[in-house]
């Protein structure tokens, strides 16, 4: 399955550092989102974009920085994270952004040390 | 907020049998969705329920959604290795919009 692709896979980072998470999607939809997902809770709806425009941000920490520069992709920008964001981020997108089937990518394993 | 439970949390079986997992809602449901995601993966969607005591079979999966739209079960038939994953529901939320996903459950077949 190529319909949604996330980069890097894993990353490894410090609590001083920044990065980005990338997710690219194929199927020509209109709504993206990212999920955050940890060992001892459910899938965390983060963030959601439709047509470009952030409509959801679930009271996320602001050292989570969601951006979509046009409706194929999404990045997240990391910057001084702490131990507990350690977690699998997942990217899916949808036709449109009122609860149709979500396609998921492949997710970045994200550890900070 | 939405509630959404879902049980049991684990469940381990021997190859050959039978896996029913269930999803209840706090509130009645427009449509509810399920997802699998097998270990080391990413969630794949497998169905989504929409009238009052709909039935849906895909092979050896029978999904089912409540009469009174308030939760939906997974049955499979015959467990093989290749349903390990963990199963998951998702609802709508309270405003209609985003769907919530449940907190899974989790299958083990033992060959």
């Known amino acids: 399955e190529t319909g949604v692709t996330q980069t890097p896979r894993h990353l490894v980072m410090g609590m001083t550092n920044k990065k980005s998470l990338k997710c690219e999607q194929h199927?020509?939809?209109?709504?993206m989102y990212w999920y955050k997902q940890s060992a001892k809770k459910p899938l965390e709806l983060m963030f959601v974009?439709?047509?470009?425009?952030?409509?959801e941000n679930n009271s996320v920490p602001s050292r989570f920085s969601p951006e979509c520069p046009n409706s194929s992709h999404l990045f997240l920008h990391l910057h001084t994270l702490q131990p507990e964001d350690s977690a699998l981020y997942l990217c899916?997108?949808?036709?449109?952004?009122?609860?149709?089937?979500?396609?998921f990518g492949p997710g970045t394993r994200l550890l900070v040390l | 907020g939405q509630q959404v439970m879902q049980i049991p949390q684990y469940q381990h079986v021997q190859e050959g049998e039978d896996f029913t997992t269930y999803c209840n809602s706090s509130t009645t449901l427009s449509n509810i969705q399920w997802y699998k995601q097998r270990p080391g993966g990413h969630p794949v969607f497998l169905i989504q329920l929409v009238k009052s005591g709909e039935v849906k079979k895909q092979k050896r999966l029978t999904f089912q959604f409540g009469e009174a739209k308030k939760n939906s079960s997974l049955h499979i038939t015959a467990t093989q290795t290749t349903d390990v994953g963990t199963y998951f529901c998702a609802v709508r939320d309270n405003y209609g919009q985003n769907f919530v996903f449940g907190p899974g459950t989790r299958l083990s077949v033992l060959p």
């Open positions: 199927l020509g939809h209109n709504a």
């Open positions: 899916a997108s949808s036709q449109g952004r009122f609860g149709e089937t979500q396609y």
């Open positions: 974009y439709s047509l470009e425009e952030r409509v």
